[in-house]
């Protein structure tokens, strides 16, 4: 502080302070300031020359409970009160007694234009919530105040100072403005929570009403039922597939219109209330039956599945069945209408063995070993005649194919007869 301090107080005698010169009681670390300082030594002069208007509205700052100080003279010497001190941080206490825009560079540009018109009209004024930047830490921060500057009437009759009664509201401001973020975001979050909560309720409203298309517009059957098979919805495309009313099927249980054959499998997998497929046959209103592919889904109450009718699939397949057998037997046929010839001619061979050795035995004066031989001859013959019958008969057979396990040696020499008469070979 420019203001040099007195460690006593010297005699009024030597044209210097003494305590009783200072009227003032209290006035805090501040009050303890000035009276323990000699102004005689600073710009200020004597405490016993100040007007009495000067030392009066000194006094009142000093005792003020909140932030007060006065401004004096043109170049507004700045004394102030210990709330005061406290607001300026770390350039307290060397900015007492100096020249308020010469100490408060970062605020002076502000104030001292206020002080000099106040000084200059006589009317004082409030400012409320004023923005300041000020460096009282160190640092620059924002800081917020509402204030009022008051002339003080000098000697002369002019105006010679102006009061200052100020209130910080920084912290009330950034409280104000938490509280005012705090509330922005909440309701920021209502707002999104609301388009949330739209959103999800379109998409569900078009869900459902897509589910609720698909259930009136499938061409497969849908139903739910309970675990114990009991019927609770059905969808329009029973009466189209299978003739049934809505009316008709609510409240009976599917097992009543699967036919008796499927009856053990569908309850098995009723019963495992897994998801998966099955198959069985639905009784039709007329008393026909459709066969029905089912893709299920369980869920914790009930049954879901759907139904696609693959009666004409199946019939098609049955009937491609027959007719990949009847070509099987056609080709059958035209290669036993190939082999006539030879096995005609084997035949012809067969019965020209025969025909001689039974010729051959009605001699009377044939020897024993040569009609035994004859009769072995004959034995053989018709042997051989009949496993080329048999073999035949087998070829012609209409009978499904069936894999089985064989000696593939055996049957291709028991073939051996058949192909060498086919081919011709002797």
Partial sequence: MFIPPADEFVSSSRGKLTSDALPMIGGGQMGDLVRGTDWSLTPLGAYNSWPASMRTALSLVLNAKGIAALYWGERQWLLYNDAYGLALGDRHPSAFGQPMPDVLTDIGPVLGPQVAEVLRTGKGFAIEKLSMTMNRHGHDEETVWTYSFSPIQGESGGFAGVLLLATEMTQQILADRERDKAEGDRAQAVVQLKELNARLEAEVTRRTEDRNRLWLLSSDIMIRCTFEGLITAVNPAWTVLLGWQTDELIGRTIFELIHPEDLDHTIKAVNMSASGHAY????????????????????????????????AEYDAAQALAKAEEALRQSQKLEAIGQLTGGVAHDFNNLLTVIKSSTDM????????????????????????????????????????????????????????????TMVGLK
Avoid: M
């Fill in 361 to 420: 035995l009605k001699r009377p004066d044939i020897a024993d070993e040569r009609r035994a031989r004859y009769v072995s001859v004959i034995s053989d013959t018709v042997e051989r005649a009949a496993k080329v019958t048999s073999q035949l008969l087998a070829f012609a057979r209409r009978q499904a194919l069936k894999p089985s396990v064989f000696v593939a040696c055996d049957s291709v020499k028991a073939l051996a007869g058949i192909i060498s």
């Fill in 280 to 311: 069985n046959r639905f009784r039709h209103r007329d008393g026909s039956y459709r066969r029905i592919s089912w893709s299920t889904q369980p869920d914790d109450q009930q049954i879901n599945a759907v139904g696609r009718d693959f009666t």
